[in-house]
């Protein structure tokens, strides 16, 4: 597919710019609600030290999922993405949820027992279930973490773990495929909004006519040329720690649920994902959560950021909250990563129209993986002018 398709008058329903996470959820509701649309997006680079371009969220191998959250639609936003994971995977013949369990764990009593306290509440109000471990219980039911007496875990089975990113945006993308999507691997460098349509431009030279246009490029959608006007939406860049183990270790730590935490005095606030196999073929835990935010301004800051390492010190300082966290874990290495999360002044996600051919949807706010699917549904809403139907949830969605 290249520029034919406007010098032929073949102008599409949708183009959804951004094939990551939210953007390729969005583009299989889209073809599923009957929308002739078309996915724009690069592959991830072979070598991102050497890439120029954009930089996709789900450039990785695991991101926590769970349904227990302490806002109330978060939960609501992973539950409809949760229950439609085996769907995606067996449409798009690809499996990414492992339901390892999840646990989120923190002190009742204090100023940091507000994850708690909060996953309590949503939980009930919306039947949510999970098991209720403290002392000798979370002692004995996970032996290989060393909480503080204080602190208790909220486990949940069967619905937590962790995903695959790359393998969930395979499986989006090929679903979709499978009822009409058209795909075109390239970044978006402008797009010109007219008075009917509007003409997406990507770096190979290519354009596309589009009724509407969904713009999902995660941090990157703030980068000049995609929106009809700037969105609130700040970027932080973010390190990640690997903390590489052998098949024994991995093997001992089995049953280790994927697990966030807010320890009592509220140092740092860590997400950490069980073993994992990554690309390399090694075994390792990861582990994010920088105790200092630090932002990035630009689209130049945002590509420089993502070219590099991350933080060494950050990196440092997690790996040894980790080996103090799980006293008896056997590391052999630790190595460290890049990434960047993107928060709202109301820490929701952006899901509307700007105007009559421009719809926004982006900003994760550190919790949109999971969700990426119930996400980009309504964006698919929003863009075939349905709209989020009333009480479904009472997020505002815009700025």
């Not at 509440?121 to 503080?148: C, H, I, N, S, T």
């Not at 929106?227 to 089995?254: G, H, K, N």
């Not at 550190?366 to 075939?384: F, N, P, S």
Request: with cysteine.
């Amino acid at each position: 597919m290249g520029s034919e398709m406007v010098r032929a008058g073949k102008v599409c329903d949708v183009i959804v710019i951004g094939a990551g996470m939210m953007g390729s959820a969005a583009a299989r509701h889209l073809v599923e609600m009957g929308a002739r649309t078309l996915l724009i997006g690069p592959e991830e680079p072979f070598d991102k030290a050497a890439h120029s371009g954009a930089f996709a969220s789900h450039y990785d191998q695991a991101r926590i999922t769970r349904q227990l959250d302490s806002k109330p639609d978060w939960a609501r936003f992973s539950t409809n993405s949760i229950a439609r994971y085996g769907e995606v995977e067996a449409a798009g013949g690809q499996r990414f949820f492992h339901p390892v369990g999840a646990m989120i764990a923190g002190p009742e009593m204090g100023e940091a027992a507000w994850l708690v306290e909060g996953c309590r509440d949503v939980a009930r109000d919306q039947g949510l279930a999970y098991e209720d471990l403290g002392g000798a219980a979370l002692r004995d039911r996970f032996p290989f973490f060393d909480f503080p007496d204080e602190v208790v875990g909220l486990y949940e089975k069967g619905t937590g773990g962790w995903i695959n990113p790359r393998d969930h945006v395979s499986a989006e993308v090929a679903a979709a495929k499978e009822k009409g999507l058209q795909v075109h691997r390239s970044e978006v460098i402008g797009v010109a909004y007219g008075a009917d349509t509007s003409v997406v431009t990507s770096a190979d030279g290519a354009q596309f006519e589009a009724r509407k246009v969904v713009v999902a490029c995660g941090p990157f959608s703030k980068a000049a040329g995609l929106l009809v006007e700037p969105i609130p939406m700040q970027v932080f860049a973010r390190t990640i720690a690997f903390l590489e183990i052998d098949e024994a270790e991995a093997e001992r730590l089995r049953h280790m649920p994927s697990l966030i935490y807010v320890p009592p005095d509220q140092s740092y606030e860590p997400y950490i994902l069980p073993p994992v196999r990554y690309p390399d073929g090694k075994m390792y835990l990861k582990i994010g959560g920088d105790p200092v935010d630090v932002l990035l301004e630009n689209d130049a800051e945002m590509k420089a950021w993502f070219r590099g390492p991350g933080n060494w010190d950050v990196a440092a300082f997690l790996a040894e909250k980790l080996m103090g966290l799980m006293p008896n874990l056997a590391c052999k290495s630790v190595t460290h990563s890049s990434c960047a999360t993107s928060f709202t002044p109301k820490g929701n996600p952006l899901i509307y129209a700007q105007s009559e051919q421009c719809v926004v949807l982006t900003a994760g706010n550190g919790a949109g993986a999971k969700c990426a699917d119930e996400l980009g549904r309504l964006g698919a809403l929003v863009a075939t002018g349905k709209g989020i139907p009333e009480g479904e949830y009472v997020t505002d969605f815009k700025p």
